[in-house]
């Protein structure tokens, strides 16, 4: 790993880098800050820009872009009570509050310290487990990847606690929409001889239907309903939090960033979960948990060193296993592909140059986030400013924008436009979307290595099925699918056992 | 604040205009096949050029591409532009080439055996074939090798075919489902030696098949100079990779020392060759005399000691054909393909190809 370091630094140390960082870092910031785009967007926006940069300087402003706009996100959660992105939903909670209470810039400032410290532990876990697990990744076969992308569906148990029915009818929507296209064995499947569907669904524009456009309509639909004038808190307050409370946060930042990298890691699960389950940390750990929700520091802290500690733990499995951690890294990836990058082993030696220059480049990325949010913060607050009836149709052009250049196909927009309608209907019934996309990424992944796997399998005269026994690593991939299926019915229990004994906890909102 | 809706509003704008901008390549009229537009032009080329790549960026069509359209820009004088239009498993670009203007404006790019399984197998419901295509110019010959790990018991392609012949089942990884080049390969190699040992492992691209090489699923993988031609020199790295054979009839620039499949005197397998190619192609309306043009540039682009090295350095095997020696290697490929159709599983109507 060592070895590499030069060339990284050198890499890391030129023109292009140094900007690609400082262009990520602040335009993630506003793109954060702006409720309605997400990283997620900013990422689908940007990607065919970063074309004719260099692949290190590209994949490192993407790469700051996601860590940045997961932060911004909670500069118009604290001051309009509307999260900029997904993930700030759970800062909304106490954020405003303290707003309300004269302390908006106080709260910017610890959330602003809370991710720095998320984003910097994430990074440095990218840095020390993504190499080892390159290394392993040579060792993983077809029936490995399969299992892998089966652990993730099973995520789905754990996406939809709330409702297991609605949950589980998104995840089956998504892996039907995975089955359109061309099949491993190249025969069509559900293209009702249509061409354009022979490719399948294109992820980028169905994301964006289902995340950003259908945001727009929410938040258009909501404008109709109830003309509430949303009040902007002041800004005001000391910035940085003080010594003693740091002292007092520092262990529950900690424990919030490694559980936010270990959701990062997870297929699929992004920012959004990784802030409610911080703010139910922060609760369960609390002598007062009553006071959460009127405007204490830990309401922040928690939720916002989890959701950047995502953003490393999602490009783990990413550049590794070229499994995104999170849909915002299954944006990344065509970012990767675009500069002809593959997931995998060649990353971390071919590549190594480039590979180590995004990482430390991301490690330095969430310091410099800190630093223009700590300089620049009060002003950014501006941004959050933005009135809705102006955004709503700016989002909506850039969705629709994003979707035709990804692919330069038009029928991506009618996709993007579609897949809509879909989640706008969907999230007014409070379907969750996340099991949409993971089953839209891990269904068409599961189904290609299972066909693979059955080629490899041939050789030995065996099924698919008795293949997978005869590989160690696969049995044990076996058994965290069958703990993974039990465990929300273990916590469930536990839970309930729990709450009988000490009285009922909040459940979280659903977001 | 109003400044700040100002700038979020340019943006928006800046943005939108950077699309409008790039010519849209799909023309609302197609033209009847045969039909050749206006007098010839005196001075072609007057604007932009745009090369439809019907392969996501960054891939090796894409690459070929870039390097084609450098060097027309080089000798036609005008902005020549690579267009990646995704979609429908390459034929959402293929049919935007095939939808262009005989104008020469428009041009695109297109690879073999894929165009060719593209249209052969019948799921596809593909009604056009090689031939509704002007096709200029084969560019980038890429032969077909098969390599083993540095460590694999099989130290010859004869050991491999040996093991073979003795009823051992051995999975081969290919970068590519049925129909691709690599999968043809192995199903040409068992048809000649009378076996069904050698299983092709439909794996969807290069990557995943050297990984399965590297992880030791596949017992060696089909694949193309261009995939090692760097590495092929070096030992001692983890993905060093021993080459059995190049199934070409020529020694290879890239990979002077490897052994070609002639030389190895299997007598099953003489002349046995197999190629990723990918070519300049354009609509069948394509203006005669501009099609001359082209063909010039193309061929002062051949003779640069530039483009030879560029191409080198990127791992292409440059083997320029034009006109009907570039149609006859198409319908060579088309041949071997409908062949191979019933064990691929393609209920391919021969005659409709004139075979």
Redesign the interface.
């Known amino acids: 790993m060592f070895e590499n370091m030069q060339g990284a630094i050198n890499e890391l140390f030129t023109w292009s880098s140094a900007l690609g960082l400082l262009i990520g870092v602040v335009g993630g910031m506003i793109i954060g800050a702006l409720p309605g785009l997400s990283a997620t967007m900013g990422i689908a926006?940007l990607i065919p820009v970063t074309?004719g940069m260099r692949p290190s300087a590209a994949i490192l402003m993407l790469a700051a872009i996601y860590t940045s706009a997961v932060y911004g996100g909670s500069i118009s959660a604290i001051l309009i009570h509307t999260p900029g992105t997904p993930s700030s939903a759970a800062t909304c909670l106490d954020g405003y509050p303290m707003a309300q209470k004269g302390e908006s810039l106080h709260a910017i400032g610890i959330s602003t310290t809370s991710s720095v410290i998320g984003g910097v532990i994430s990074a440095i876990a990218l840095l020390l487990i993504a190499p080892p697990l390159a290394r392993l990744?040579?060792?993983?076969?077809?029936t490995e990847y399969f299992l892998i992308a089966v652990f993730g569906l099973t995520l789905i148990a754990s996406l939809a606690a709330d409702n297991m029915v609605k949950g589980l009818l998104a995840g089956f929507f998504g892996l039907t929409v995975g089955l359109i296209?061309?099949a491993?064995?190249?025969?069509?499947r559900y293209t009702f001889?249509i061409?354009?569907?022979?490719?399948g669904i294109?992820l980028i524009p169905a994301m964006i239907g289902l995340f950003s456009i259908s945001q727009v309509m929410i938040q258009a639909d909501e404008r109709g309903k109830a003309p509430e004038k949303k009040e902007v808190a002041k800004i005001a307050g000391r910035f940085l939090p003080t010594g003693r409370e740091f002292v007092r946060l520092i262990p529950l930042i900690l424990e919030c960033s490694v559980v936010g990298v270990f959701i990062g890691i997870l297929p699929g699960a992004g920012g959004d979960i990784a802030s409610w389950v911080g703010l139910n940390l922060a609760k369960n750990q609390s002598k007062h948990p009553e006071l959460f929700g009127t405007g204490i520091v830990e309401g922040v802290a928690a939720p916002e060193s989890a959701n950047n500690a995502v953003t490393g733990g999602a490009l783990i499995p990413l550049l590794t296993l070229g499994i995104p951690g999170s849909s915002t890294a299954a944006v990344l990836m065509g970012g990767l592909?675009?500069?002809?990058?593959?997931p995998?082993?060649?990353l971390f030696?071919?590549y190594a140059d480039i590979t180590y220059c995004v990482i430390l480049g991301f490690l330095a990325a969430n310091i410099l986030m800190g630093l223009v949010g700590w300089a620049a913060g009060r002003y950014l607050t501006?941004?959050s400013?933005?009135?809705i009836p102006?955004l709503i149709p700016?989002i909506a052009?850039?969705s629709l924008?994003g979707s035709?250049?990804s692919?330069?196909?038009?029928?991506?927009v009618w996709i993007a436009i579609i897949f809509g309608f879909i989640g706008f209907v969907f999230r007014k019934y409070g379907v969750p979307t996340a099991p949409i996309v993971l089953a839209l990424i891990l269904g068409p992944m599961s189904d290609?290595y299972m066909?693979?796997g059955t080629?490899?399998a041939?050789?030995?005269?065996m099924t698919f099925w008795q293949y997978i026994p005869t590989r160690p690593i696969s049995i044990v991939l076996i058994i965290l699918i069958v703990l993974a299926l039990f465990a929300p019915l273990l916590s469930k229990t536990i839970s309930s056992s729990y709450q009988k004994k000490h009285g009922k906890i909040d459940a979280a909102e659903d977001d | 604040m109003k400044k700040l809706v100002a700038i979020l509003l340019s943006l928006a704008m800046v943005l939108s205009l950077a699309a409008c901008g790039s010519k849209t390549p799909a023309s609302t009229e197609a033209p009847k096949p045969g039909e050749s537009t206006a007098a010839p032009q005196a001075a072609w080329p007057k604007g932009n050029i745009d090369i439809i790549v019907p392969f996501k960026a960054g891939g090796a069509m894409d690459l070929s591409a870039r390097l084609t359209a450098d060097y027309l820009k080089k000798y036609l004088n005008v902005e020549v532009t690579v267009q990646n239009v995704e979609g429908g498993a390459n034929w959402v670009g293929y049919n935007q080439i095939l939808a262009a203007k005989g104008d020469g404006y428009t041009l695109g790019f297109a690879n073999y055996p894929g165009q060719v399984g593209g249209y052969l197998d019948p799921s596809k419901k593909n009604t056009v074939s090689y031939r509704d295509f002007t096709n200029i110019a084969d560019i980038v010959h890429d032969p077909g090798i098969i390599v083993v790990r540095e460590d694999s018991p099989y130290k010859t392609l004869q050991d491999l075919l040996d093991a073979a012949k003795g009823g051992k089942k051995l999975t081969i990884s290919t970068g590519g489902g049925p129909g691709s080049d690599d999968d043809v390969l192995i199903r040409q190699i068992n048809s000649r030696l009378k076996i069904d040992t050698l299983i092709p492992g439909g794996n969807e691209n290069d990557g995943e098949a050297k990984n399965a090489l590297l992880n030791k699923e596949a017992d060696a993988q089909a694949c193309n100079v261009s995939n090692y031609f760097k590495t092929y020199e070096s030992t001692g790295q983890t993905d060093s990779v021993r080459v059995l054979a190049i199934f070409d009839a020529n020694k290879q620039v890239l990979m002077p020392n490897a052994p070609l499949i002639d030389d190895l005197n299997i007598a099953e397998l003489k002349g046995l060759y197999s190629s990723s190619d990918r070519g300049l192609v354009a609509c069948k309306a394509l203006d005669p005399a501009v099609l001359q043009i082209i063909v010039d540039a193309l061929k002062k682009a051949q003779a640069d000691p530039d483009f030879q090295k560029d191409a080198a350095e990127k791992g292409m095997g440059i083997n320029m054909l034009f006109g009907d020696d570039f149609n006859k290697f198409i319908d060579g490929v088309e041949s071997t393909l409908i062949e191979l159709a019933p064990q691929i599983g393609w209920d391919v109507d021969a005659s409709k190809y004139g075979k």
């Open positions: 926006l074309y990744s040579l060792n993983f076969g077809s296209g061309l491993a064995d190249g025969s069509s001889g061409p354009g569907l022979l490719g294109n592909t675009i500069h002809g990058l593959a995998g082993f060649e030696s071919k501006q941004v400013k933005v009135p102006l700016c052009v850039l924008l035709y250049a692919s330069r196909n038009f029928a991506d290609k066909y693979q080629r490899i041939m050789k030995n005269d």
